[in-house]
């Protein structure tokens, strides 16, 4: 089906832009033989995975559910980090896990003797203390209290035995200026225990496929690791996979005033784009302008009760009309992954477009999806 056919709200994921982003992280590897593994977290769109897995070496998970996830999707390496593991839970993902990474020494002790004899790999999340970005608390696992990796303070070298990787995890939508502080500041705290690990992870938050990340850096950053220590280097970015790679259609379905245009969409910005609110963002809207630059300006509200589900300001050639479709860009990534049925809303479709233009509906959802969850 054409784009302009598909239902709305949809989103869509658009194939040779995933192959773009997925080109340079290959790039990436081949260049420096670092191992690239999606945080499915940012992207858990399973129809992709085989794709995805033609690029990367695998997939991290954040707990059981997105392990198997990958294991049954991508079937390649399978990493997993949580801050703290289900004595429930454990057996099986020590099953479909290849590196288990521990947030605490505690957690360590219970679990890497059964680890270890599976003959699995484990790793310790060290906390480097180097906050690197300002005014966002919430996406800072350095901050103070932060309960994200062991500090040099809380550091026990006597229990490292079993231990081939240390792993680290402090960005957050940043350039590699700030990898190779952060890498500094691990040096400095843990560059001790460096020599006798097999691996390093750097975490995810890397942008890399951003127009003006700077790639020569990052790879500086994984020689430096690969040449002082001879660590066998891992990334596990999520946005950077599928950044700028997908989109969400809508439909206007009212537009009214009080003391400006407003506009009520068939999407919300707190069931289908909550990081919307959270991060707090803007998203691209095609054919639009900022405020006042073009003639016709609206807020876009979206159909549920909550007062503050508005997607942002928006200016416009002509004005807006119930009908018109708006297509929102960057909206791959945190978007399906974090969607709610709050207020009963309806959960938008998930659609590829291909190489050609081509669009394929691949998961519709309805009142079903909305019942199940609840009793
Ligand atoms: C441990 C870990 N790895 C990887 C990621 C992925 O980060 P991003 O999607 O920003 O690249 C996150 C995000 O929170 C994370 O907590």
Redesign the pocket.
């Known amino acids: 089906m054409r784009f302009d056919e598909l239902p709305t709200p949809s989103y869509v994921v658009d194939e040779g832009l995933l192959v773009k982003n997925l080109k340079i992280l290959h790039g990436v590897m081949e260049r420096t033989g670092s191992k690239i593994v999606l945080?499915q977290?940012?992207?858990s769109m399973y129809a992709m995975y085989p794709l995805i897995g033609e690029y990367l070496s695998g997939t991290?998970a954040?707990g059981l559910y997105e392990a198997r996830l990958g294991h049954e999707e991508m079937g390649k390496e399978n990493h997993i980090?949580s801050p703290a593991y289900r004595d429930d839970e454990i057996d099986e993902i020590i099953s479909i896990c290849d590196h288990i990474i521990f947030n605490s020494f505690s957690q360590l002790e219970k679990f890497k003797d059964k680890v270890l004899q599976a003959g699995k790999k484990v790793g310790l999340?060290i906390n480097p203390e180097c906050s690197t970005q300002e005014g966002h608390e919430i996406?800072d696992?350095c901050s103070p209290g932060s309960r994200?990796g062991v500090t040099l303070e809380n550091f026990r070298p006597e229990l490292l035995e079993g231990v081939s990787g240390l792993?680290f995890?402090t960005?957050?939508?940043q350039n590699s200026d700030d990898l190779d502080k952060t890498l500094k500041a691990v040096e400095d705290n843990f560059g001790t225990w460096l020599p006798q690990m097999e691996w390093i992870n750097f975490?995810?938050?890397?942008?890399i496929t951003r127009d003006d990340y700077d790639i020569p850096l990052l790879e500086a950053c994984i020689k430096r690791m690969q040449d002082n220590y001879g660590l066998e280097v891992y990334l596990?970015?999520?946005?950077?996979?599928a950044l700028n790679a997908g989109y969400l259609v809508t439909t206007v379905l009212d537009t009214l005033q009080n003391k400006m245009d407003i506009a009520i969409l068939d999407t919300s910005a707190s069931c289908h784009m909550p990081d919307v609110l959270e991060m707090p963002y803007r998203p691209p809207l095609f054919g639009s302008g900022e405020v006042g630059e073009k003639a016709f300006t609206y807020r876009l509200g979206g159909q549920t009760c909550l007062a503050g589900d508005t997607i942002g300001d928006y200016s416009f050639d002509q004005p807006l009309k119930s009908g018109d479709r708006l297509v929102f860009g960057d909206m791959a990534?945190?978007s399906m992954v974090k969607n709610t049925t709050f207020n009963g809303m309806a959960l938008p479709a998930i659609a590829i477009q291909d190489k050609d233009g081509d669009c394929r509906i691949v998961k519709e959802f309805g009142y079903q999806d909305f019942k199940m969850r609840l009793s």
């Open positions: 945080a977290k940012a992207f991290t954040s980090f999340r996406y696992p994200f792993h995890h960005l957050c939508q975490g995810g938050g890397h942008h596990e970015p999520g946005e950077a996979v990534i945190y």
